[in-house]
């Protein structure tokens, strides 16, 4: 699917044949278009939530449902991005090294995640883990909650994350090759040996890109969780879905609140990509 | 490697580490009700409500917890998740282990009770069929009622928008609905042809359905949309309220529904949490004269007449109709007008 | 790829991988299609092609194709800019490029929604041209449109640094108006760039979710789309009729993958043989 790896940027582009005006009539309406539709709403997240003052601000942050959502969300991130990350690895080592039967079949379940509206998700896990469910009644009778508890929350993000690790090393690796491992494991070094010290290394811009691009829709999910949460609050309500109560709540300056942390997270999430560029420029 | 690089490899693990030192404080946050009412401990309740009844049910969370702690000893804390009340109701079958439920119509809790959760009787288990509060639905129009909306055909009207909630989805909107089509057939007395006229005119007059009542009203009071809201009682002067008194008027319609959101406690998970007895204190606090006077204040009509005379302002008078009375029972009234390819279907199809 | 097996790990990293595709997705997706088969044929053709339920495809795929479409002279315009020239900002505009996908879309829908309603910021200006935006389809289109943006941006702009100037100079030595090299020259070597951009931001913006319940005021008929229509089904305690929509939609996703994916050999042949 997509290659969201940075590509570093080759050439200083000098396009021949274009009359200054040009230029700068499309770099001005480029700047349009960005500021317009991408900058503007940014902006207004942050104006929208400062808006009655930090004191308010701070009051709508540290109120016990938000702080609690606060905690669910970088719990769920805390568990589904170190599966993701496993999982992405072993992944992207597995089709990019090996060839043998349904390879590409399998690649195609990775990406299905990327293509599945997260709302079918979410229905599909209620579908399986409800009380109704197919699997839903045996669990329960082993005392296992899923559907609108912590398991179905990560479940359901594990699902809408799946492919962000796996694609984005996967890209990585297909570029590079594997005679450096080749050459580690001629010299010596044992399997786990040549991963560590040269398979990783050498994926690194890709892993980690992978890693935040997994994070930030960890953390930002909505659709699929919604599905699945049960909107109890301070329970099982994420970031985002407690962004949706707040503002249900007739408290809209509260939910711009929570929606600036997370708008927070985007701008880290922007910026660690843009330096990941600029590393892998500069190796 | 990078310094920034080591970073990155580490933030999962500082991340579950902060998390997890937050679960500590959050004390088992995610197997709410299980403590169950083991000596000192706090008892959780979870209570699986609709829309608008979020500010009343902050206050008497809080009030039963008081009350409940000065009589048990017990400190008892009462978690809620609000949302379209058929919603919610399916969320409970699915599996949201609500230990009450609060609900905007008997259909919903009846859906609950057939997916084997609670007994079929419920409504007999406590006082006035298990309906501690009523309501009924009027319009909000804009300061000066520019539209000048005093009745249900006012609605109906080329060039008035009205703002309700979806009636497939939202308690309150099937209350408004069935409002609408009990007002125009008893107040004209000619009937169904005539109520269905009306009632389609009045929802092609309505251009977003929110799937609860409170994006209703968000659509009408915050994103300015339409002339007339369509909301229960306690929304309307809510919205007065947080909003301003200033930009908004009430209107009581001289005919309307007598809205009955009755509540249960789901037998099946409190009695897996161990909560049963708190589970029934805290619906019958709804009844006691604290739980009317709260009801009260909130905008609902208690079933206390003290209560009722201590609201200040005091209700309006509204001749209220019930659906056991126009539409034979909820069951009756679902399969017409709301299931697949009812009455709401096809006037809202016939439109488009 | 070689079907070398000197390289150690087959084994651990197929079990491994096989293990959590078969988990999270394979799992999972047989529960819908148990679900759908327990229907019988005509209920899940009612279901699935009730006229609210062909409504709501009709806005979907309609609203998705118009913004996919935006995107692509969007994309192509930003991404033109971002690889040509050299101006201040541009790192920033880079930046900002990726904000779709690092923006949780509960608060872009939110945001949107605020700021094209009739007293934001911007609807306040467009409103009184006859041009209401949140909730209508026009905002739907709008935030499908917003979460698409980066695909088409970030599908191009490589291919556009890889070409090679000296074809447009060529071209344009030998009298062709930038406009034509443009359609000569360029067009064609980023044209497989395009579509796969194109339809990687209307995969995403068929399933999207968040974001437009927000800005789309969920008429039936009018303004809702099949997400929210599914959503809808099992509020009204129709497991099947939603079972029935999400199979549709899955339909739609492994059809539209097998078309990214063909899309993308057909670019990479297509490099290929240009280098």
């Known amino acids: 699917m997509t290659r969201l790896t940075p590509t570093p940027a080759t050439r200083c582009g000098v396009a021949t044949g274009d009359r200054p005006w040009a230029r700068r009539g499309l770099i001005g309406l480029a700047a349009a278009v960005v500021s317009l539709f991408l900058a503007l709403p940014l902006a207004f997240v942050f104006v929208a939530a400062l808006r009655p003052g930090f004191g308010a601000f701070w009051a709508a942050i540290s109120h016990p449902d938000t702080t609690a959502a606060i905690r669910l969300t970088l719990l769920v991130a805390a568990i589904t991005v170190p599966i993701n990350t496993v999982f992405g690895v072993a992944a992207a080592w597995l089709i990019a090294r090996f060839e043998f039967r349904g ?72 570029a590079q090759g594997s005679a450096e491992e080749e050459a580690a494991l001629t010299l010596g070094a044992s399997g786990w040996q040549t991963f560590v010290r040269v398979t990783l290394p050498k994926a690194r811009w890709g892993l980690i890109y992978g890693i935040i691009l997994c994070n930030a829709r960890a953390m930002g999910e909505f659709g699929a969780v919604s599905v699945i949460s049960g909107h109890v609050r301070g329970e099982t309500s994420t970031m985002p879905l407690q962004v949706e109560n707040l503002y249900n709540d007739y408290h809209a300056p509260a939910a711009f609140a929570v929606a600036s942390l997370l708008a927070v997270l985007a701008l880290l999430t922007l910026a660690v990509r843009k330096t990941i560029e600029w590393r892998a420029r500069s190796p | 490697m990078t310094t920034t690089a080591r970073l990155f490899f580490f933030l999962p693990g500082l991340l579950s580490l902060l998390t997890v030192s937050g679960a500590g404080c959050g004390c088992d946050s995610d197997d709410a009700g299980s403590a169950g009412a083991r000596g000192g401990a706090t008892v959780r309740l979870l209570n699986v409500s609709y829309d608008t009844t979020r500010e009343l049910y902050e206050e008497v969370n809080a009030a039963f917890a008081l009350a409940w702690r000065a009589k048990t000893g017990q400190r008892v804390e009462v978690r809620r998740s609000h949302g379209g009340s058929s919603k919610q109701a399916r969320a409970v079958i699915d599996g949201l282990e609500a230990d009450v439920v609060t609900l905007a119509l008997a259909y919903d809790i009846d859906a609950i009770a057939r997916a084997g959760l609670l007994a079929t009787d419920w409504r007999t288990r406590l006082p006035h069929g298990s309906v501690p509060y009523t309501s009924t639905t009027v319009f909000v129009v804009r300061r000066g009622n520019p539209k000048a909306i005093r009745d249900w055909p006012d609605l109906a009207r080329p060039g008035v928008v009205v703002v309700t909630p979806n009636p497939k989805t939202s308690g309150g909107g099937r209350w408004n609905y069935l409002a609408a089509w009990g007002a125009a057939r008893g107040a004209n007395g000619d009937g169904e042809a005539a109520a269905r006229e009306m009632v389609a005119a009045i929802y092609r007059n309505a251009p977003v359905l929110d799937s609860g009542a409170r994006g209703s009203t968000t659509t009408f009071a915050e994103r300015g949309v339409g002339d007339v809201l369509l909301a229960c009682e306690s929304e309307a002067w809510l919205l007065a309220r947080e909003v301003g008194a200033d930009r908004f008027e009430i209107i009581a319609p001289p005919r309307s529904i007598l809205a009955e959101p009755p509540v249960a406690v789901v037998d099946e998970y409190a009695k897996r949490h161990g909560t049963e007895a708190v589970a029934r204190a805290y619906l019958e606090f709804l009844y006691s004269d604290d739980g009317q006077r709260i009801a009260a204040k909130h905008h609902y009509r208690p079933r206390s007449k003290e209560a009722e005379a201590a609201h200040p302002g005091g209700f309006p008078d509204i001749e209220r109709f019930t659906v056991d009375d126009q539409f034979g029972g909820w069951a009756a009234a679902q399969r017409l007008h709301f299931g697949e390819g009812g009455t709401f279907d096809r006037i809202t199809q016939g439109e488009r | 790829m070689p079907a070398r097996r000197v390289l150690p790990g087959f084994a651990p990293t197929m079990a491994l991988t096989g293990f959590a595709v078969g988990v999270v997705v394979v799992l999972p997706l047989a529960g819908l299609v148990l679900q759908t088969l327990s229907l019988d044929g005509p209920a899940f053709w009612n279901a699935a092609t009730s006229p609210r339920a062909l409504a709501s495809y009709r806005l979907t795929f309609g609203a998705s194709l118009v913004a996919a479409a935006l995107n692509v002279a969007l994309g192509l315009l930003v991404a033109w800019v971002l690889a040509r020239y050299r101006f201040p900002g541009r790192a920033l505009m880079d930046a900002l490029v990726d904000l779709p996908f690092a923006l949780p879309t509960a608060v872009a829908g939110l945001t949107l929604t605020a700021l094209y309603s009739g007293d934001g910021w911007v609807g306040r200006f467009i409103e009184p041209l006859g041009l209401p935006v949140a909730f209508t389809r026009a905002g739907v289109t709008l935030a499908l449109t917003f979460v698409g943006f980066p695909f088409v941006v970030r599908a191009v702009q490589p291919v556009i640094e890889d070409l090679d100037p000296r074809m447009e100079e060529a071209a344009a030595v030998l009298g062709a108006s930038p406009g034509q090299t443009f359609a000569r020259v360029v067009f064609p070597a980023i044209l497989p760039a395009l579509v796969t951009g194109f339809t990687l931001a209307f995969a995403r913006a068929v399933g999207e979710y968040g974001s437009v319940v927000f800005i789309s005021g969920n008429m039936p008929g009018k303004t809702e789309i099949t997400p929210f229509l599914i959503v809808t089904r099992l509020e009204e305690y129709d497991t099947a009729g939603a079972a029935a929509l999400g199979t549709v939609m899955l339909g739609v996703s492994f059809a539209l993958l097998l078309g990214i994916n063909m899309l993308q050999r057909w670019g990479d042949r297509r490099g290929a043989g240009r280098r």
């Open chain 1, 103 to 174: 390879r590409q079949a399998l690649l195609t379940l990775i990406d299905l995640p990327f293509a599945v509206s997260p709302v079918v998700a979410g229905l599909m896990l209620v579908l399986l883990f409800g009380r109704q469910g197919w699997l839903g009644p045996w669990l329960l009778d082993h005392g296992v909650r899923v559907v609108f508890a912590l398991p179905g929350i990560i479940l359901a993000t594990i699902f809408v994350t799946f492919p962000f690790v796996a694609r984005e090393v996967l890209t990585v690796m297909q």
